[in-house]
């Protein structure tokens, strides 16, 4: 395998690797051309959600940084090859070493998404309730945003995102709760929410006193 600076196919795996830090992060895209410029755009915006790249930018800049393809896969195929590059190791940048996703922070394990999930089962809904999301989340797909106008970036620990309908499509959080946790990051967490909440449960008791911003949630505004 010999990384690629020229990219030549629409999708595949890729590595952002700094040549004078040597540090290298591993990643998937479906368009590498933006996924290239996203992440070139961000750090000059000194806006680039993995803390470990932009401070690597700040020390040496945006020239130390080259984008190299490491092999081109379909859609279907392109999470399987970036874990098995993640297990070969050596990609410093990386914070998660499962290709399940996150950008950073605390990443919760197979077995804890299983039991938030499982946690989850048998919540009943009216179906007008169900409509109603539906369309919210229509709306915010069109969008990009909780509104038609974008209001800021939401903070999590897993990334960050334009709007919480995005950060939650991980299924680790519900909407209401990023939108809770951040845009009152200051808040404290009550034992009554940690009661209710199956993510804060799969953390532990510690999260009972602390604020959601303590574990990686804020609201950015723009």
């Given amino acids: 395998m010999t ?3 020229t990219i030549n196919a629409k999708s595949g795996v890729y590595q952002l690797r700094n040549t ?3 540090n290298k992060y591993v990643g998937r895209s479906a368009s590498l051309h933006t996924r290239r410029n996203a992440h070139f755009s961000t750090m000059r915006r000194r806006d680039h959600r993995n803390s470990r790249v932009q401070a690597d930018f700040e020390a040496h800049g945006i020239e130390s940084f080259v984008f190299e393809v490491l092999e081109y896969a ?16 050596g990609f410093a940048y990386n914070f998660a070493k499962s290709a399940t996703g996150g ?5 919760h394990s197979s077995e804890s998404r299983e039991k938030i999930r499982q946690s989850r089962i048998g919540t009943k809904q009216t179906d007008e309730s169900r409509r109603r999301q539906s369309q919210t989340r229509r ?3 069109m969008t990009g945003s909780d509104s038609c106008r974008f209001g800021g970036y939401f903070h999590t620990p897993w990334g960050k995102f334009g709007s919480s309908y995005q950060a939650s499509e991980n299924g680790l959080v519900t909407q209401p709760s ?3 946790w951040c845009k009152n ?8 929410s940690f009661g209710k909440s ?19 949630f804020s609201f950015q505004p723009v």
Avoid: C, W
């Fill in 185 to 192: 990051a200051d808040n404290t967490i009550s034992s009554k």
């Fill in 198 to 216: 199956p993510y804060l449960q799969s953390i532990g008791k510690s999260v009972i006193g602390k604020t959601p911003r303590q574990l990686g």
């Fill in 103 to 107: 950008h950073g922070g605390f990443t």
């Fill in 139 to 141: 709306a915010m797909k």
């Fill in 74 to 89: 379909d859609k279907g195929s392109l999470k399987t090859a970036e874990q098995r590059l993640l297990d070969q190791g």
């Fill in 20 to 22: 004078i830090t040597g």
């Fill in 3 to 5: 990384p690629s600076s």
């Fill in 178 to 180: 990023i939108i809770k």
